[in-house]
């Protein structure tokens, strides 16, 4: 397993597995303390996994967490996504700064987002499975979310929306969303 820098978000990494494929499929490892401590992270402040399954053409996003923010690593372990990072710390470097990437079961590259950046992925695939590896226990009073369609992001969306939360639908601007998570 090989750790990437994300040029387009300071602090962001690509974790990419070494497969080891044979005529039964393949073998790799998606987590290694090892490699994420050779990078500055800390492998045991991860506290919770998550998992979403979506349908193609369903988004989920833009979301982020208010307070201290969340750092999460993100895999499609089944199908395939177009996923999408927004930094929003306003003391990085790469402040505003977007990053896209294609997810999928057949590379299982895990993508780390630092706290205090945004994010939201769109389903290529008939069906995908996202697992999530959290940073901090989920508090819904420190959710924040962003219109996915914000003029100011122009976020390239591959595929015409098919499903969304309410919660997704009814976010509010880029603008009104970083005024929330100051509050």
């Given at each position: 397993m090989k750790a990437t820098k994300v040029p387009e978000i300071t602090g962001a990494y690509l974790f990419?597995?070494?497969?080891?494929?044979?005529?039964?499929?393949?073998?790799?490892?998606?987590?290694?303390?090892?490699?994420?401590?050779?990078?500055?992270?800390d492998p045991d402040a991860f506290v919770q996994d998550s998992l979403s399954r979506s349908a193609r053409g369903v988004l989920r996003g833009l979301h982020l967490r208010s307070g201290a923010g969340e750092a999460k690593l993100v895999r499609c372990s089944y199908?395939?996504?177009?996923?999408?990072?927004?930094?929003?710390?306003?003391?990085?470097?790469?402040y505003r700064s977007r990053a896209f990437f294609e997810l999928s079961d057949e590379t299982q590259v895990t993508l780390y987002i630092p706290a205090g950046c945004a994010h939201g992925f769109q389903t290529l695939a008939e069906t995908a499975d996202v697992s999530y590896r959290i940073d901090r226990p989920h508090d819904p009073a420190e959710d924040v979310t962003i219109a996915f369609d914000d003029p100011e992001l122009a976020i390239p969306w591959?595929?015409?929306?098919?499903?969304m939360s309410q919660r997704d639908r009814e976010a509010p601007s880029l603008a009104e969303a970083l005024q929330q998570k100051e509050s």
């Open positions: 990419e597995p070494t497969p080891y494929a044979d005529e039964r499929g393949f073998f790799c490892r998606t987590f290694d303390a090892d490699v994420v401590r050779s990078v500055g992270l199908g395939r996504i177009f996923d999408v990072v927004v930094d929003l710390r306003t003391d990085s470097p790469t591959p595929l015409p929306v098919t499903s």
